[in-house]
């Protein structure tokens, strides 16, 4: 596995594991946690050296079993986990950026994902009742008594991260992007050049439909956060399909899978873009890796990059109430 460098000089592997659906947002959660920690240390096996986890997820459990998992691993990989939401009685309840909040949270994820220091630790989505320069003053504050190694945003806006980034650096920042979501193109990524800041997509597979393996009839079960999304209708899904058609024509043209191609791509935009794919089969493990040895030409790259525009993309990437959390 190849490496990369985000902002600050953190090194990584250049593709890492988003380890949230291992724990909720994918229908019926792992009936056995012990097939999970194999396919975490599957990963590390594979030459995976950075996992994605927050105190959300699950909430909790996520954080307990990358701890459990990497553990004997410690020194050999970078963990980030999240920051930003108020649980209360095991759910979410809406956002909550206060230092104080920020402190505990800190204290609680280290002994949840068993380490001495947070390698990472990203504020989930901007609390637009906490100026950011008090959340950017808390986590110097735990950079500075030794909890926590870096700062990173999540799907925040480029004004945003400029005004983090002036009262302490940001190491990366972490947003949906992929072929079908290119939000972060006109003002995101120009900022993070700019800046030093490194890239951090997820969803980089639009959630499974750019592998091929999402189609127009596939029923999404309770628990699946897909069957909420509009871009998942089956509407929506029948218009997409084209886009999914040409990754997957060229993919066939280079013996590689769809979602090859997808990260391929992704990895080839910047070289401080790192993309983080969620799985729970060690076969997928073994693909997306894959994908680092999947070369595109500056043709191959030119129509991938304008295919979106060509023939489209139909329905929003979040709900309403979503999207209302993203790009402040």
């Known amino acids: 596995m190849h ?6 000089g953190l090194t990584v592997s250049a593709i890492g594991l988003g380890c949230m659906g291992m724990s909720q947002s994918y229908g019926p959660n792992p009936g056995d946690r012990a097939d999970m920690i194999g ?5 590390v096996d594979l030459g995976v050296t950075f996992f994605d986890t927050a105190e959300v997820y699950g909430p909790y459990v996520n ?11 410690r020194d ?4 980030a986990t999240k920051f930003g939401w108020q649980i209360e009685n095991g759910a979410s309840v809406g956002l909550n950026s206060r230092p ?9 994820s280290l002994k949840r994902l068993r380490v001495d220091t947070l390698d990472l630790f990203y504020q ?9 320069e008090d959340v950017a003053g808390a986590v110097r504050d735990l950079v500075e008594a030794g909890k926590v190694r870096h700062f990173g945003l999540s799907e925040a806006s480029a004004a945003t991260i400029r005004r983090a980034h002036a009262v302490f650096p940001v190491t990366a920042v972490q947003s949906e992007y992929s072929l079908w979501t290119r939000d972060p193109e006109p003002e995101v990524l120009p900022t993070l050049a700019e800046l030093g800041i490194g890239f951090v997509p997820f969803s980089p597979l639009g959630k499974g439909f750019l592998t091929g393996t999402v189609s127009t009839t596939t029923t999404f079960t309770d628990g699946d956060v897909r069957g909420g999304i509009p871009r998942f209708s089956e509407e929506n899904r029948t218009a997409n399909q084209a886009l999914v058609d040409h990754v997957t024509e060229l993919a066939r043209s280079k013996s590689a899978s769809p979602g090859q191609v997808a990260l391929a791509w992704l990895l080839a935009q910047q070289p401080w873009i790192v993309p983080i794919p969620g799985t729970r089969r060690r076969e997928r493990l073994e693909e997306n890796a894959g994908a680092t040895a999947v070369a595109l030409s500056a043709d191959e790259l030119a129509d991938l990059n304008g295919v979106a525009d060509r023939i489209g993309v139909q329905g929003n990437r979040y709900s309403d109430a979503h999207l209302g959390l993203v790009g402040r």
């Open 39 to 43: 396919v975490l240390r599957d990963a």
């Open 3 to 8: 490496t990369r460098t985000l902002g600050q």
């Open 63 to 73: 954080e307990e079993l990358v701890g459990e998992a990497l553990e004997p691993v």
């Open 100 to 108: 104080e909040q920020i402190k505990r949270v800190a204290d609680e």
């Open 76 to 79: 050999e990989v970078v963990i």
């Open 124 to 132: 989930h989505r901007v609390d637009p009742d906490v100026p950011i």
